[in-house]
């Protein structure tokens, strides 16, 4: 017998993620315009110099645009989705005691699950759609994403006064941006000079999206939160 393909294998950032507690937001199409245009190509993800933006507009307005670049614009357009949410949730945000309990038991349940699917009878299988044996794998991977998001929270401040909850949702938010850069071949490189010019895609990225979410800073502050980044997530390389 065939297995099917999996179906549910695809990045959690690159899913069409609308929070229940924030409509989704609406993001200029000169943003998107701007993502799509610093999109590393498949053969070409060398970081060089970004185009000062006056040229970053500068393209064929009626030529159709790869669904890997649409892709790469929509996994950071998510990210800003679930920081503008984030930011206007701190009041109502769990303590960092729950997060971890919540995280812990979901955990638990998720790798019992796992485990009873790997031992699903052939005799039942045959009549499922999908095999017990991907979806297994695939909660594999949602425990990978478990396990990242519980190094995350314990991270967090124990009480979370506005200030520190923000600086937080900064520094998780430019992981998150980063995962998807490095996801389609861009370079973490943590350089701003100049008033713009020959900065880094990484950290444009970072100034454009980080606009876009409600936490604007500057080129120079986006560089020094890409150094803390790859400090507090070793999967970010250079």
Known sequence: MTRPKAQFNRP??????????????QFSAQLVERLHALCPLDIDAIDGAVPPEDH?????????????????AQALLTVAH?????????????????????????????????????TVSRDVSVHLENDPRDVADALGLFLRDLARARDSASQMPGRLSAARYRSWVAQEFTIRVLRVCQRYGM???ATARNMGKNSSKAVKVLE?????????????TWRDLISA????????VE
């Open 56 to 72: 970053l507009d500068e393209r064929d307005a009626d030529a159709e645009v790869p669904e890997r670049t649409l892709n790469f």
């Open 187 to 189: 370079p973490i490189t």
């Open 12 to 25: 959690a950032s690159e899913q069409n993620i609308v929070l229940a507690s924030q409509p989704a937001p």
């Open 229 to 236: 980044a790859r400090a507090a997530a070793p999967d970010l």
């Open 82 to 118: 679930w920081a503008r949410a984030a930011l206007n949730d701190w009041q109502r945000a769990l303590t960092k005691q729950d997060i971890l309990a919540e995280l812990d038991a979901l955990s638990a349940q998720t790798s019992g699950l796992r485990e009873r699917l790997a």
């Open 208 to 220: 454009f999206v980080g606009g876009a979410a409600g936490l604007p800073r500057s080129e120079f």
